[in-house]
């Protein structure tokens, strides 16, 4: 096991209003751990519009979602967060000395006085294939990532998509597996044409199988893979051999695990006061898209007051005894000191 | 003003009226129309907000733009006349459209 990292604050979510809560926390001498299943940061804005317009951002006439990010992250830099990416807190208990254990699914821990959701619309999760039946089959033979390739030695892959976690899997598959059979609905791809190239040389060449069409149904027992049913771009019906799918139709988003942890649930929303927005739980916060309270606006600019209104609550809980003195960045010295500019 | 119907896939019908130049998903948001969820609020980032437009009406609406197509891909049991209602801007010429909600989105 890892050694539990102690902290004053884990932030749940690295979309926009979960760093800009590392700024605003970050004034108050707070530094942060940050929580998100994406591999990089950004959330929703980097992966639902990374190039598509904002325009009600204050005093950026139009930005884009990865545009917002990129400059967030230039201006937390002096905030010194720790980011853990690709990961998800699947448990959270609270200790007899009022503090919070957290456990990510990949085994990180945490011990801290305060927990931050700003979890937007949920975390990001592989969308299953449209397939009756699909949960029976999934981790003996329907995965959505690819951890080990070696698990697939030998056998008869299936993959399905069209994107570029399909044609990458496909081009790493197709020497470990006994057989590569690449599906996608339409002869078109939007995976890197340097991918698709490849693959089409691999049909050419004979070493991989491309099918167009969608799986209909899974062909199997106890959760073992025989075979899928597709029906192909011209109507007609085929069966094709496997042993294992790998279904890659992109991501949806999901509650996830913050569903049990206590905070009484308002359809999938965290309810919060407007002074601390903090939940029903002390030194659970809730800000951005999450939370819910009269009035509440999904706006990015409203989640970045919430979090701004959560770090003064926030900073009294961790330092009870210390005395918030209450500055502007453009006059203030000691501000101007930590953002590294004075 | 113009008006959609929306068919769920229980062949319940409900009529709802559009203004000019608003989205198809826009009025099936604002009407509670079942079987929308417009996940992304009308990026055409998330394709939940498929539908099937009427074969009547297919040609008068016209094909999904390549991004569009792209996004189908994550979308359930795709069929020829399926197009993401938050690409389809409400005209004059679409008065009385007929759309079909799939049985279930992604």
């Given amino acids: ?106 085994g990180t821990r945490f011990d801290t ?32 990532a690819v951890r080990k390739m070696d698990v697939f030695r030998g056998k008869r892959v299936l993959i399905v998509g069209g994107g570029d976690s399909a044609l990458d899997w496909t081009l790493n598959l197709a020497p470990v597996a006994e057989r590569v059979t690449l599906m996608h609905r339409r002869d078109a791809f939007r995976a890197a044409p340097d991918s698709v190239n490849k693959m089409r040389k691999l049909v050419d060449e004979g070493v991989i199988d491309l099918a167009l069409g969608q799986v209909t149904e899974l062909i199997g027992k106890d959760g073992v893979l025989q075979a899928v049913k597709a029906k192909l771009a011209d109507g007609s019906t085929h069966e094709i051999a496997a042993d294992a799918m790998l279904p890659f139709f992109g991501l949806t988003m999901k509650l996830g695990p913050i569903a ?65 003195v209450f500055q502007y960045t453009t006059s203030s010295t000691s501000l101007q000191k930590k953002l590294g500019v004075a | 003003m113009a008006k959609i119907t929306f068919i769920d896939s229980s062949g319940a019908k409900r009529t709802v009226e559009a203004e000019p130049g608003s989205t198809v998903m826009e009025n099936a948001i604002r009407n509670d129309i079942p079987g929308i969820e417009a996940e992304c609020g009308g990026a055409c980032s998330c394709a939940t907000c498929h539908v099937y437009v009427d074969q009547a009406w297919a040609d008068t609406v016209g094909g999904p733009q390549p991004m569009e197509e792209d996004m189908l891909d994550f979308a359930y049991d795709v069929r020829p006349t399926s197009r993401l209602s938050c690409q389809i801007k409400m005209t004059p010429a679409l008065d009385g459209l007929v759309v079909t909600t799939p049985e279930r989105q992604g």
Avoid at chain 1, 115 to 127: H, L
Wanted: include cysteine.
């Fill in chain 1, 1 to 106: 096991m890892t050694e539990t990292i102690k902290t004053d604050v884990v932030i749940v979510g690295a979309g926009p209003v979960g760093l800009f809560a590392v700024f605003e926390l970050g004034l108050l001498d707070i530094k942060a751990h940050v929580v998100d299943i994406l591999d990089r940061p950004g959330g929703q804005c980097a992966e639902l519009y990374p190039e598509k317009p904002i325009y009600d951002i204050p005093g950026l006439p139009m930005v884009t979602g990865q545009g917002l990010t990129d400059n967030l992250m230039e201006q937390i830099k002096p905030f010194g967060a720790t980011f853990h990416f690709s990961e998800i807190i699947a448990s959270l208990e609270k200790t007899a000395d009022d503090r919070f254990l957290l456990t990510t699914d990949a």
């Fill in chain 1, 113 to 144: 006085k305060v927990v931050v959701i700003a979890a937007g619309g949920g975390s990001f999760q592989p969308k299953k294939p449209p397939i009756e039946g699909v949960e029976a089959f999934e981790e003996k033979s329907v995965h959505y």
């Fill in chain 1, 260 to 324: 049990d942890w206590g905070l009484n649930l308002e359809e999938n929303l965290v309810p919060v006061d407007t002074e601390k927005f903090e939940t029903t739980t002390p030194g659970i916060y809730a800000i951005g898209d999450i939370n819910s309270y009269p009035g509440k606006l999904k706006l990015i600019l409203s989640g970045f007051h919430e979090g701004a209104l959560m770090a003064q609550a926030a900073a009294r809980r961790i330092n009870p005894d210390r005395k918030i």
